[in-house]
């Protein structure tokens, strides 16, 4: 009776703590917040300047003193102060409910497939030292699944890629558990450096990672597209040393990211090899879902499914699926408490 109290006086929270980009989800008002997972700070006094977006805007146009840094890497917390502080941000800006003396919110956080019992523990502490009162863990493929209305507690085969800013995560999912996965530490950001790097090599020109993530996002393909594209990449000649703007087609773009794109292929049809036979069967049938910031690049689902044989579907905003999901197990938690995970010190509620 007090846990339903509690939870009614508080607003509760699921966040989606992505690499690039953080989510946050209050019950019964949806998606509340989307903002960059960048903070600034004052190395000189220690001090966090800013975090989101006002901490985006700084990044390469700040003094040497000031830094704006992402304190996760490949979803995981390499800066726990710093997160701290990123979710004692986003849990205050998510309520709306500021009375004196209210509870601190019940919060769902998504993490990567795979991370250790260390790593998931830097998250619940971080979570409880912003303000939660209670902590709960999620796997992302599991709530991006959940988000993409699969029917993950059925005893059927789900297949789902959640290419996201650090890692992409594959999943086959049946009866409510990961039966199969694997995590890949290339994705959103790795596509970013691919074209920083193509840049360097083939035009001896530096650009930033906001120019190169335009240029991914404007005419980024892993397919041969329909229309020619090009667009307009500008930086430092590096040989020069003056500014310089040159005009890169999507083939080009598309020989960049060739070799990252492989690697997710590679990983995506070895996990299909590894998939047992009547949950394959399945997945023949409901095909592959794509979900995250990266599926959205452009003929990554006509490529999958020439290479794997199978159909593959990006869903419906795949950024906010993770966040989705979390958001969806946080409404129907009793229904859905197994899911989560469970941790030699952490337990789903009962």
Known sequence: MLSKLLSYISEDIAIDLGTANSLVYVRGRGIVLTEPS?????????????????????????????????PLVSGVISDFEVTEQMLRYFIEKAQKRKFFLTPGPRVIIGIPWGVTEVEKRAVVDAAKNAGAREVFLVEEPMAAAIGARLPVQNPGGNF?????GGTTEIAIISLGGIVLAKSLRVAGDKLNEDIIQFAQSEYKLLIGERTAEKAKIEIGSAYPLKEKKQFPIRGRNLITGLPE????????????????????????????????????ADIMVSGIQLVGGGSLLKGLDILLKKETKIPVKTIEDPMTAVVRGAGMILESIDQLKEVLVETEYLEPPK
Request: net charge neutral.
């Open 160 to 164: 789902i890629v959640d290419i996201g």
């Open 245 to 280: 703007e040159v005009l890169v087609s999507d083939e080009d773009i598309r020989k960049a990211l060739e070799k990252s794109v492989k690697q997710i292929v590679v990983e995506i049809k070895t996990a299909i090899e590894e998939t047992p036979p009547e949950l394959l």
């Open 38 to 70: 960048v903070v600034a700070v004052n190395k000189k006094t220690g001090q966090v300047l800013a975090i989101g977006n006002e901490a985006k805007r700084m990044v390469g146009r700040t003094p040497a003193y000031i830094v704006a840094t992402r």
